[in-house]
């Protein structure tokens, strides 16, 4: 068990450009294998989930060339039905992107495969792609018989589908949507509300036909739809939480291009620092190279209503990816409400929001995320264990939390759950924090973050 000590720290002053961003780096890496001709990604985050994606694909017979020094990788592509049979099976690691993802990929092929992860990832839920994978005509067995992994997949010819997602959940839809790029038809998943679109947006930089828009625009515009097998509510339930139901379409057999990509700044990592520069008084802090996709920057919304002083400083574009630097300044924070159609925007970040909620005044009520239950952890419990530990007023809810805050927190001794979201979390609580807080198990940043706690240091 490897801990860590963090004591008050004071001002934080200074400039900090985070690694690149996890999710695009995983797509980088699985769209490159699928694509005719070399993908490169600079910025590529080199952490140990992005690792384990690069690892399965050199099992798929892809060359994948890495240079760490310079955080580049170069795909060398062998186009839609390029990749081999592997000869064991694929270890995911500790990486939900990369299991649910490549679920969706290996149900294209025309072999068999197993996929199984870590003890965390072996307890995540995978109906969620099982059930629209099987209605593509793919055969997915769960070896323990408990819809976890280990899964084995048979895959062979798929038939398209309109699946309604019961979740918005970017790794669900993104596993149809390449399972779709194998399909006899067309594929469309329909979510409760639009959840990060980076696969869209790559898809389409690659070459494949694809579309997003809200659900009423795709029924208005007259195109036909099959009836789907899901029985679920979905567009009923999302119009009664105020959310708009987001519908994306794939066709099939497009046939890709390698592509050279910047990866923008992982806003999930720059969310400790933003929080961190918020929380801390006299802070201020330039983040820089930060993307801002909409669909992921709801970090920037909650922060502003709660009256975080942030300011962009300068917005750019990178492959259709916006990104931008930021100045945050320590400011007074009350209490606000997160809920809807919001939280799929934010959903890693809640940890850290609740942070910043238990040093604000007034209260915060986090709800509509049952979602953090199925994460590296019960984020819910785990936050709310630690949270009253270092003295906060915070109760778990079944889909959320309410935290009474009251600008001040102590040290405590805490636990990461060798979940990183939550160790980063607590090492940002513990830098406003009245005297000593130590974090057990706290090295497992490695899966987003390595260098998390020396970047931090720099701002101290």
């Known amino acids: 068990m490897r801990i860590r000590e963090f004591q008050r720290a004071g001002a934080l002053h200074g400039e900090i450009e985070v690694p690149g961003d996890k999710s695009i780096s995983h797509r980088s890496i699985m769209l490159g294998a699928l694509a005719e001709g070399d993908t490169r990604a600079s910025h590529f985050l080199m952490s140990a989930d992005c690792l384990s994606t690069i690892s399965c694909f050199r099992q ?19 186009g839609l039905h390029g990749l081999s049979a592997p000869l064991d099976t694929l270890d995911t690691g500790n990486s939900g992107t990369t299991t649910r993802i490549l679920s969706g990929i290996l149900a294209g092929q025309a ?20 059930r629209p994978l099987t209605e593509m005509g793919a055969r997915i067995t769960s070896l323990r018989g408990n819809d976890c992994t280990p899964l ?3 895959g062979g010819h798929l038939h398209g589908i309109d699946y309604l997602s019961p979740v918005a959940s970017a790794q669900v839809k993104s596993c149809i949507l390449l399972a779709g790029l194998y399909a006899d038809g067309r594929t469309s998943v329909t979510e409760p509300s639009l959840s990060r679109n980076h696969t ?36 009923d339930r999302s119009r009664m939480s105020g959310m708009v139901p987001w519908r994306a379409e794939v066709c099939p057999e497009p046939q890709l291009r390698g ?9 999930s990592s720059a969310a400790y620092f933003i929080a961190a520069g918020l929380i801390a008084p006299g802070s201020e802090i330039l983040v820089k190279n930060v993307g801002i996709n909409p669909t992921r920057a709801g970090i920037l919304e909650v922060a502003r209503d709660m009256g975080g002083q942030i300011e962009v400083i300068r917005e750019y ?46 209260t915060t009520v986090i709800r509509d995320a049952a979602e953090l239950k199925v994460k590296e952890s019960n984020r819910i419990a785990t936050m ?23 600008g001040f927190l102590h040290g405590a001794r805490v636990r990461s759950f060798l979940d990183h979201r ?30 998390f706690y020396e970047d931090l240091e720099k701002l101290i």
């Open 60 to 78: 798929l017979g892809i060359d994948i060339e890495e240079d760490r020094e310079a955080d580049t990788v170069v795909v060398h592509g062998k």
């Open 422 to 451: 939550v160790a980063m979390s607590m090492a940002v609580a513990a830098l406003a924090a009245e005297g000593t807080t130590t974090i057990e198990d706290a090295d497992c940043v490695l899966i987003s973050y390595p260098s």
């Open 259 to 267: 592509q050279d990509i910047i990866v923008p700044g992982d806003i």
């Open 200 to 235: 869209e947006l790559m898809l389409r930089g690659f070459g494949a036909e694809i579309s997003s828009l809200p659900a009423d625009e795709y029924a208005a515009s007259g195109a036909k739809t099959r009836p789907s097998s899901s029985k679920n509510d979905t567009a």
């Open 384 to 406: 709310t264990e630690n949270l009253k530990a270092m003295g906060a007023d915070i109760a778990p809810e079944e889909d959320g939390m309410v935290i009474r805050g009251t």
């Open 152 to 154: 084995e997949i048979s």
């Open 111 to 130: 072999f068999q495969s197993q996929i199984n992860g870590d003890s965390s990832i072996q307890a995540r839920p995978m109906k969620r792609i099982i």
């Open 317 to 362: 574009d990178r492959g259709g990816e916006k990104a931008a630097d930021l100045l945050v300044k320590s400011s007074s924070l009350h209490g606000t409400t997160i809920e809807g159609a919001l939280i799929p925007t934010l959903i890693d970040e809640i940890p850290v929001i609740a942070v910043m909620a238990a040093y604000a005044e007034g």
